[in-house]
């Protein structure tokens, strides 16, 4: 994983430097931008009694301070014209028991591990931008 200040965020390929932003051929694409909540990842590791960088989600962007829908269909708008369309529930995966035990459990209830979504109208976003919540 790789933090940056800035990036492209397009529906041809998700996250500038992700392939797995990358629409297939025939596919959907609801899995073509994670994102999950700082004050989720904290109490889940408050929990444990951990400190992981949040990195370590693996998650495209962490959002603070804005509760994320707990449902497909809604829109995440971040920046000036970024739109992300949520899909599903980001499931915690086993690697997170293997940063830490119990990781994996912690991040399940109440969404959260994050959720994906697919690039709905493309758009530059910045680290301090402000994500809103419009559908």
Do not use: Y
Not at 28 to 57: K, M
Not at 62 to 77: K, Y
Not at 88 to 109: H, W, Y
């Amino acid at each position: 994983m790789e933090t940056v200040r800035h990036v492209l965020v397009t529906r041809e390929s998700g996250v500038e430097g992700d392939c797995r932003g990358v629409i297939p051929p025939g596919k959907s694409g609801r899995r073509q931008v994670s994102l999950i909540e700082a004050e989720s990842w904290t109490a889940a590791l408050e929990e444990l009694g951990a400190e992981v960088p949040w990195q370590e989600r693996r998650a495209n962007f962490l959002i603070s301070g804005l509760r994320l829908p707990r449902e497909a269909g809604r829109v995440i708008a971040i920046g000036k014209s970024l739109k992300i369309e949520t899909t599903c529930e980001c499931d915690p995966c086993s690697r997170m028991e293997a940063i830490v035990p119990g990781l994996k459990d912690a991040l399940t209830p109440d969404w959260r591990g994050g959720v994906l979504g697919r690039v709905i109208c493309d758009g530059e976003i910045a680290v301090g931008d402000e994500v809103r919540i419009e559908a």
